[in-house]
DNA sequence: TGACTATATAACGTTATAGTTATATAGTCA
DNA sequence: TGACTATATAACTATAACGTTATATAGTCA
């Protein structure tokens, strides 16, 4: 779950788009495929979906037969907001926001 | 200065790392080089760089010998403020901020 | 002009990525 | 068990990315 492997994950518009749809709703593996019906092969989005895994910024489970997929929005978020504070001067608002936040997650 | 582009550019660990220097102050290419004697040859800084200028994260502009290179912050909190509002369901506070910020640049 | 400095480009090898088809694995259900 | 479905893996090809060294370009200054 390095940045390192979160920014991998995110170079491909592939890959964002599979997190896009997860960022509405979790989904199996094969809806997923359904979704890029004559685009991409299964093989090719079951590659995707582990790298996706792999950098930690989605999960996994296996059900049945099935295999769903899910966001975990926290790595994402955490990721880009602290590059962005680290990189970007206008987004020092920002750190406000991310610090809020793990308050609130603290005590909950 | 499509997301495309910039998120390839942020792919790569040595270009954050140049984004995170000219966060601080805009730099000539040789003053960047410096920063990784020892790491990495010059021309492949050059050629990071071209890629930053390239995604829209970095201008550069040339004066007498030497180049120099700055940040843009917009395009960087831009696309990846977008990107999380899109994708990040916990984010969804940081639109408040991001249309807090548009209005302000309008207003200035 | 000629020597020097700063930066970019060319040409190249190596490795990684993204896709393909074919096949293996594992779960379901009659 | 046997047929079927869902998903992952293997083996492969093509292309792109990243680094290197060598060289070109363009600006400065004596």
Chains 1, 2 share one sequence.
Not at 7 to 14: G, H, N, Q, T
Not at 47 to 66: I, T
Not at 85 to 92: E, F, G, H, T, Y
Request: proline share 5%; aromatic share 6%; charged share 25%.
């Amino acid at each position: 779950m390095t940045a390192d492997k979160i920014f991998e994950a995110l170079s491909s518009a592939p890959r964002r788009r599979i997190l896009a749809f997860l960022s509405k709703t979790d989904m199996t593996a094969g809806e997923i495929v359904a979704r890029f019906s004559g685009i991409m092969s299964q093989p090719a989005i079951s590659k995707h979906l582990s790298v996706l895994e792999n950098s930690g910024l989605v999960w996994r489970e296996k059900r049945g037969q099935n295999v769903h997929y899910g966001l975990r929005p926290d790595a994402l978020a955490g990721t880009l907001v602290q590059f962005l504070a680290q990189v970007c001067p206008r987004s020092r608002p920002f750190r406000r926001d991310s610090a809020a936040a793990a308050k609130r997650k603290k005590e909950s």
